[in-house]
């Protein structure tokens, strides 16, 4: 008992380090590439850092902030049919203010905190960018254009934002909302979570009836035409035929209708009896290896 304890408590301190998840710092790791590209080589990247020069209309900074966003697949948890989300959908500053984001990634996959529509004369491609294989953290700064405008913000990776990574970051008071953000807009093409599976059946069978039937055979029966013109099948059964072809006319010569026909009932029952003794000969072959196999059998 006392040796199971102590197993026990071995298994529980070495499983310990494995629980917890340990998040890649790249904040540190960064190599400037110039015009505010910055990446390493452990796959971390920012893009469009700008911790020093004022957009134009912007007297000064109207203020320092730093957040920190979460991204990952437990934060889209709250939102029906996603599949990844921040851990905030709606950011507001005002005009001018330096930003600093940390952006943290609670997934094992790539995601990125990307926002859009920046003036381009100051960032890359209108773009402020960061973008982590997780679970890592990385930082980057930028400094928030005057004016009332909605920003989006997303993941780039293919079909991240679509399931859910999308967020809108006003400045002032923005110029209107975004649609498709989780938990804030509606959806720009709403899931329907209504019934059970039983009733989505029901509806389902009910269309069916109401529905007439020719209108789903005509194109299957429209299409197996179109194939069966030289199809495989069509190809086999050609093959055999032309093949028994000259068998048969010997066989069936001077016989009248029904002895043709009782001529064909007895080659069908002379063949299923062949593949039922094959059938039973594979079956004895098997079962005597399988008695060799079994000690005292
Ligand atoms: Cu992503």
Redesign the pocket.
């Known amino acids: 008992m006392v040796k199971l304890l102590s197993a026990g408590a071995l298994i529980f301190l070495f499983s310990a380090p494995v629980l917890a998840v340990e998040y890649e710092d790249h904040r540190k790791m960064l190599m400037d590439h110039g015009d505010g590209h910055l990446m390493d080589m452990a796959g971390g990247m920012v893009m469009g850092q700008n911790a020093s020069t004022l957009p134009g209309g912007c007297d000064s900074i109207s203020e320092t902030k730093e957040i920190t966003v979460h ?1 990952g697949h437990k934060h889209a948890e709250k939102f029906p049919g996603r599949m ?1 989300a921040f851990d905030t959908q709606e950011f507001k500053f005002k005009p001018c203010t330096k930003l600093t984001v940390n952006f943290v990634n609670d997934d094992h ?4 905190w990307m926002m859009h529509g920046l003036p381009k004369y100051l960032y890359p491609k209108g773009m402020f960018h960061l973008e982590v294989t997780g679970p890592a953290k990385i930082s980057g700064t930028l400094i928030l254009p005057p004016g009332d405008k909605t920003y989006l913000v997303h ?1 780039d ?1 293919a079909q ?1 934002m679509e399931k859910g ?1 999308k967020a809108q970051l006003k400045v002032g008071k923005g110029d209107g909302d975004l649609p498709s953000i989780p938990g804030v807009t509606a959806y720009v093409i709403p899931d329907d979570y209504e019934g059970s599976l039983s009733t989505v059946m029901a509806a389902v069978l009910a269309a069916a009836q109401a529905a007439p039937i020719p209108v789903v055979v005509a194109p299957i029966a429209q299409r197996v035409e179109e194939d069966s013109f030289i199809s495989g099948v069509t190809v086999i059964g050609l093959a055999i035929g032309l093949l028994l072809a000259p068998f048969l006319a010997k066989k069936f010569k001077g016989m009248s209708a029904s002895e043709v026909i009782a001529t064909i009932f007895e080659m069908l029952r002379t063949g299923i009896e062949l593949i039922v003794k094959l059938l039973s000969g594979l079956l004895k072959l098997v079962m005597s290896n399988k008695n060799k196999i079994l000690p005292g059998g």
Do not use: D, L, T, Y
């Open positions: 991204a990844f996959v790539r995601h990125q993941c990776i991240h990574m």
